[in-house]
Nanobody, 120 residues
Framework: QVQLVESGGGLVQPGGSLRLSCAAS????????MGWYRQAPEKQRELIAV???????NYADSVKGRFTISRDNDKNTVYLQMNNLKPEDTAVYSC??????????????WGQGTQVTVSS
């Protein structure tokens, strides 16, 4: 069982910055991967950033160069630093944990989501 709690969302102007946090109930270094997803109204949920247990990261093209995913193992927390925000970034952002057993079985967990609104 993994519990995830997101925080840090809010209203910002275009070009501004926000840092989202995802606090986990277990060591984030023990999780196969942790990712940030977002879903805008009437649009499909998309993966925007992921960090693997070994530290490798991947980003969606739409946020590459602007967003950075990182983790603090001591605090059991994953972060998403968002810079140069655009109105198109407006969405509900959710934290995801992808866990694997020693046999390779997958268990996935989700946080409740946090709203990010970018508007002038």
């Amino acid at each position: 069982q993994v519990q995830l709690v997101e925080s840090g969302g809010g209203l910002v102007q275009p070009g501004g910055s926000l840092r989202l946090s995802c606090a986990a109930s277990v060591s984030v270094s023990s999780i196969y991967s942790m990712g940030w997803y977002r879903q805008a109204p009437e649009k499909q949920r998309e993966l925007i950033a992921v960090i693997f247990s070994g530290g490798r990261t991947n980003y969606a093209d739409s946020v590459k160069g602007r967003f950075t995913i990182s983790r603090d193992n001591d605090k059991n927390t994953v972060y998403l630093q968002m810079n140069n925000l655009k109105p198109e970034d407006t969405a509900v952002y959710s934290c995801n944990a992808d866990t694997r057993t020693s046999l390779g079985f997958r268990y996935e967990y989700w946080g409740q989501g946090t709203q990010v609104t970018v508007s002038s």
